[in-house]
């Protein structure tokens, strides 16, 4: 096995115990693909998502599940609790019709606001 082979196989367990970013989705998908997996992007993988130095280069690399510790979101929304964490995350593991679903309930509440907030 080769390091890129190692690296690919140790971000596919990191994956599966932490899920796919959102802004690397598209990215990710190209390295489980076969794209270069260089010595930078390795380094860069494991700094921004907290992996560990080394990590992807371990042939034994022990997975950790990466906690929800920072309050700024990946797009730069400040996530206040936990429960906003959980709509996020419900939002992104949605398809496109759930999202669609969840976009219609989520007027009919900024309604029922607006009209709580305004008196009408």
């Given at each position: ?15 599966e115990k ?26 860069r993988l ?74 009408y």
């Amino acid at each position: 096995m080769d390091i890129m082979e190692i690296r690919r196989e140790n971000l596919r367990r990191w994956v599966e115990k932490n899920g796919v970013p959102v802004k690397e989705r598209s990215f990710f998908s190209q390295l489980k693909s076969g794209a270069s997996f260089g010595e930078r992007l390795a380094r860069r993988l494991e700094r921004d998502y907290k992996m560990g130095d080394g990590f992807l280069d371990r042939l034994d690399a022990e997975v950790a599940v990466e906690q929800p510790v920072s309050p700024v979101d990946a797009i730069g929304l400040r996530v206040e609790s936990a429960e906003e964490l959980r709509l996020l995350t419900v939002y992104r593991l949605a398809n496109q019709r759930e999202r669609r679903e969840i976009d219609e309930a989520v007027e009919a509440v900024r309604g029922h606001i607006a009209a709580r907030t305004t008196g009408y």
